[in-house]
């Protein structure tokens, strides 16, 4: 089971017992032990007492799918995973959700946000969930002595820093709280964008010379400390108006050179119930059928993918259980792109996409699904993604009512994409010709055809991006950094609430921020244009 992999250990005398993450800004979890009374009592709840930070990435409660750490209406909708796809991919170009549901159509049109939309909540919540059970932690291992102390503080710092980056890349603003303010009633005052950036690259370059090169899997390494410092910069320019090629660029060059990950030759493996094994994979959120079973990581992508209404994607397909819940279908935007232009989805169609020989645009479910999605609340109309699944792709399979596909947060095909992109932009650390070469290496490897020296455009780059991470938490910040995202330069199917797509207006490049959070801390102040 994956669930030893992680080592998640559900220690009933030391959950943490925080009943509100809005308040939670300055608050310290209770225990029924002092953490540093458990620590030092049984040194080996240290590992299992990390595992559950890092389960609150991807469970709703370590309690298990039917609890919820945070306020929601729906339990399973509160987890921080599935709030990533949410944001980042239903208001993009490549999926679409046709559920409708409070605040849903929101995020799949891209149009009329409200700061009451209760799915900008959740992931504004479960930051400043995650992050106050991190800070609690590091404040107990800076006060105990114990084996492994160092990695162990250095993993809290990094889940900190990847929660906070969050909120950089969809809020642009926030509040900055560390082990330092536990004991702090008094709410913080508001951080600006480029002040998070520089708290969070600050906190991933001190602990990069630090942490393990190598670690269990599912936890953090070096190369993951690298990648996400490669993300960061990547979207500097956007995030604090100073563009960071050069350093985006050394970034990806180390991982590929130094973390010792290959590319898959496999890609669908990559998203199937034993890409544990995969060699590509450096930072994954686990999903474990039993151990973390959860209705927002690889569960809620599977699902939302399968039955439907009429029933076409049969859900045992992808190896769950059930009826499926017939929600999301990926849009021409995105399977458009295995047509015949690198660039262009308008250069695609239904036949194409038959005919493809790449692995990646193989990975849609066709029959009885139209091409065109003329009505994004008509299950039938927009194709399915069959690239998560609850597979293995040697051995046998069992259907599960959860799954145990893990999902890919850092691969290195992310690296040599980034490597590549730096390189069109000018990066003195990159250069064109490598850039080609591990383009190539990487289409190689997805069973693509070969690109020339002519095709490595920005645009080719963007469209590549969007064949390979789609439905990875990704588009939206891709489609912001290339200037695509908002006005109406680039128009997708449903954008602005119109088939066609219709120009947005700017504000839409940051969400805004929850009433909710704007009621429980005065210092925050709301993001302009809502």
């Known amino acids: 089971m994956k669930l030893n992999k992680l080592k998640i250990i559900l220690l009933s005398f030391a959950l943490i017992s925080t009943t509100s993450c809005l308040n939670e800004l300055n608050t310290e979890p209770e225990y029924l032990l002092t953490l540093e009374q458990l620590l030092e009592s049984q040194p080996n709840a240290a590992n299992g007492l990390v595992a559950k930070v890092y389960a609150s990435l991807s469970m709703s409660s370590a309690k298990g799918p039917g609890e919820a750490d945070i306020t929601g209406d729906d339990k399973g909708e509160t987890v921080f995973l599935r709030g990533i796809i949410n ?22 049109t891209t149009a009329k946000w409200t700061a009451d939309n209760k799915f900008f909540r959740y992931l504004f919540d479960r930051v400043y969930y995650t992050v106050p059970q991190a800070n609690a932690l590091i404040d107990a291992f800076g006060k105990v ?26 809020f642009g603003k926030g509040v900055i709280v560390t082990e330092k303010d536990l004991a702090n009633p008094v709410p913080k005052g508001q951080a600006s964008r480029k002040e998070l950036f520089e708290y969070v690259e600050g906190e ?50 180390k991982v590929i050179d130094e ?25 994954p ?8 079973q959860s209705y927002g990581n690889s569960t809620y992508i599977i699902n939302g993918n399968t039955g439907g209404s009429p029933s076409t994607l049969n859900p045992a397909v992808l190896g769950i259980k059930g009826d499926g819940w017939g929600g999301h279908r990926a849009t021409k935007a995105w399977y458009g792109l295995f047509g015949n232009s690198l660039t262009d989805y308008n250069g695609g169609s239904a036949s194409a996409l038959a005919a493809t020989q790449d692995q990646r645009g193989k990975l849609f479910w066709q029959t009885d699904h139209q091409y065109e999605m003329t009505d994004y609340k008509t299950w039938t109309d927009g194709y399915p993604s ?61 069973t693509a055809s070969q690109i020339n020296a002519g ?57 805004p921020i929850p009433n909710t959070a704007l009621s429980a801390n005065p210092n925050l102040t709301q993001n302009p244009g809502y």
């Open 87 to 108: 944001l980042q991919d239903f208001t993009a170009d490549g999926m679409k959700n046709r559920w409708g549901d409070n605040g849903l159509d929101q995020l799949t």
């Open 145 to 170: 002595n114990i084996n492994n102390k160092e990695q162990y503080v250095s993993e809290l710092r990094f889940i900190r820093a990847f929660s906070y980056f969050y909120m950089i890349d969809c």
């Open 204 to 253: 991933l370059l001190a602990i990069e010379p630090t942490i393990a090169k190598t670690t269990e899997y599912g936890h953090v390494n070096r190369a993951t400390v690298q990648m996400l410092l490669s993300r960061l910069y990547l979207n500097a320019q956007v995030y604090t108006g100073t563009a960071r090629w050069n350093d985006a660029a050394t970034y990806a060059k």
């Open 259 to 283: 973390g010792g990950y290959s590319l898959d030759t496999n890609y669908v493996k990559m998203f199937s119930a034993d890409n544990n094994t995969s060699s590509e994979v450096i930072f």
């Open 285 to 292: 959120l686990i999903a474990d059928p039993i151990g973390t």
């Open 386 to 446: 069959t690239k998560f699944r609850n597979l293995r792709t040697t051995g046998n399979s069992e259907a599960t009512d959860f799954s145990g596909s893990d999902f890919p947060v850092f691969r290195l095909a992310e690296a040599y994409l980034t490597y590549a992109e730096c390189a069109i932009r000018g990066a003195s650390t990159a250069n064109v010709g490598q850039a080609l070469t591990y383009i190539n290496e990487l289409r190689g490897k997805r």
């Open 455 to 511: 095709n490595l455009t920005l645009d080719f780059i963007l469209a590549e991006r969007g064949r390979e991470f789609n439905l990875e938490g990704q588009r939206r910040t891709d489609l912001i950094r290339f200037d695509k995202f908002t006005g109406g330069t680039y128009l997708w199917p449903w954008k602005g609430g119109v088939k066609d797509g219709t120009a947005i207006s700017a504000n839409y490049n940051v969400f």
